[in-house]
Structures are given as structure tokens and as C-alpha cells.
């Protein structure tokens, strides 16, 4: 009779300890594993890049256990909404648009945007000289909007694709005159063989209208609670140097901006 006690003690012990596991929050991230230098896949398919390790890093910051699910960049925020991931940390700029459908954090980087061309090639500020050439964006992307809603009416085909992988290849097999994309991504693509001959051109977008406030994470309308909790995450791995360590890994300078 005296071991009862005992044991109803250590069950009790053993049903906190499982609850406590069973709580353990779990956040699932969206990403598109295609825009190098933020996110890619190595040879062995394993995720890679800033946007990667920003997110590793919020997650540690935040005590939680994430776990990522990659989908292609435009089918982010229709995930969210169906509540397939908690939230989209996939270099995704805030915008008016956006806020419409979903909450952001504040931002984490910032990037203008601009035109790649074959090295020698020469944009005017209104690209008049683009007049009847195709010009490759990413599909649902704020260069996708900026090239519907300027390009397209000066008569500049714009041919839209799912990642900046698909441009590249494009681009390379003469399909392509240009690319239209965020400007860090392709000073990635510069910098590597592959964009040997090639150059910007033409005026650097910095409008707000299209660039917006910079890349944030994106969370299902109304989550207050996980917008406060992140961004209280960016600002304690730039606080900690953590943010510095991972920028200096990918870029040779501040990439988070103003």
C-alpha cells in the first residue's frame, strides 16, 4: 500500500511531461525552394539559403519547432488561406495588394528591382527601346504586376514563368531579350558562369507602389498573436547578431535596409 503513492505520483509525472510534449508548437513555413540566393535545393535536395536560415533562426528564437513545406511562390497565400502552412517566409514583398488577403510582419530585407539584358544593351528610363521584345517575370510577383501595368502597354511582351530558374534557362537559350526581377536575386545570377555577358539596364524601381515596404512574413488574416511573436523574433536575432551572421553568408552587404 505504500508504493501507491509512489506510483500515482510518477503517472502523474509522466502524463505533465507527455502533455508538454503534446503542446509543443509547431509552425509550418511555406517556401518556393527555387530563388537562389534566398532558397534552393542541393544536389541531395536538401533547402538551402537565406530565406532557410532566417527562418531556422526565428524558430529558435521563438523556442518552437517548424517545419517547412515548399510550394511554388504563387500558391503561398492560397495556402495560407486553406491552412496548409501557418506561414509564408518565401521573400515575399509587402504590398497594398497583399494586405488584402494577408497579415504581414515587419520587414526582414529589402531589394529594388531591375532590368537584365545582354551586356552593352541600353534602356532608356521609359524603355522605348524594349518596344516589341520579350521580357521574362516571375508569375504573381510585384515585377509581374509593374510588367502588366507598364510593358505590356508600351507594347513590350511579357512572358511570365513560375520560378527565376525557368527565366535563367529561357534567357540562355535566346527565348528571353530580358529579365525583369528583384535586383539581389540577380546579382546571384551575375555574379556566377552563367551570367557571364550579361548586365543591368535601365532605371533601378524603387517605387513603393511596386517594391513596397520590403519582404515580410506573411500570416492568415487576423493572427495578431503570430505577427507579434515574429516580429519580436527579427528583432532579437538582428539584436543578437544572428541576422548579421546569416546576411554575411549570402551578401556582401546589408541587404535589410532603411
Known sequence: MKKLPLITG????LLACSSVFATE???RIGIEAAYPPFASKTDKGEIVGFDYDIGNALCAEMKVKCVWVEGEFDGLIPSLK???????LSSMTIN????????????????????VMKDGAVV??????????TVGVQRATTTDRYATEVF?????????YSNNEEIYMDLAAGRLDAIFADTIPLNDFLSMPRGKGYAFVG????????VGEGAGIAVRKGNAELVSELNTAIDGIRANGEYQKISEKYFKSDIYGD
Request: charged share 40%.
Open 152 to 160: 505590356e502597354p508600351k507594347g513590350i511582351n511579357v512572358k511570365r
Open 124 to 133: 532608356d528610363d521609359q524603355y522605348a527601346s524594349l518596344k516589341g521584345k
Open 82 to 88: 486553406v491552412k496548409k502552412i501557418d506561414m509564408a
Open 96 to 115: 497594398e495588394d497583399r494586405k488584402k488577403s494577408v497579415d504581414f510582419t515587419h520587414k526582414y530585407y529589402f531589394t529594388s528591382s531591375r532590368l
Open 203 to 210: 532605371p533601378e524601381l524603387k517605387d513603393p507602389k511596386y
Open 25 to 27: 508548437k509547431t509552425l
Open 10 to 13: 510518477l503517472a502523474l509525472s
